[in-house]
């Protein structure tokens, strides 16, 4: 399945790249993360409130934390080190979180802005690793 962000064209260099803080990638990530989750979620078809729940289910920091643990041991070097700064990034989180959970969520996004700036093809790849994880939708399609 095509995530339609390949191919994005937005290569910076390493000198550029490390003056986007980690915050800033993050950013971008969770709209990545977000797209991508959308896109899985559109079959079978549904009415909008069961994609809107389904969507809501996974792009939460909980499911996020779970999915970098997943994908951890897929990553390079040079990723896990994005992963590092994303998660050092985040002093501050929401009361309803612990710390770990929403620094693990940030560094994934982190590490999906990152890709999505400087590797599109490798993004594919990680966002292809998340694909299976995503939980299908429950209850009859809508036809």
């Excluded at 390949?6 to 915050?23: T, V």
Aim: glycine letters at 4%.
């Amino acid at each position: 399945m095509s995530n339609g962000l390949e191919g994005n064209g937005a290569k910076f260099s390493d000198a550029e790249l490390q003056r986007f803080s980690p915050a800033a990638l993050a950013y971008l990530g969770d709209a990545v993360y977000e797209l991508h989750i959308r896109t899985c979620c559109l079959l079978p078809p549904r009415r909008i409130r069961a994609y809107h729940d389904q969507v809501v289910s996974q792009v939460r920091a909980e499911q996020q934390s779970h999915y970098l643990q997943q994908l951890i041991p897929h990553l390079t070097p040079d990723e896990l080190e994005w992963v590092k700064r994303g998660r050092n990034s985040s002093s501050r989180h929401p009361r309803r979180l612990d710390l770990a959970t929403y620094q693990a969520a940030t560094s994934l996004e982190a590490l999906l802005g990152y890709l999505y700036l400087q590797h599109p093809a490798r993004l594919t790849e990680v966002l292809a690793l998340l694909t299976p994880l995503v939980t299908a939708p429950t209850g009859p399609p809508v036809l």
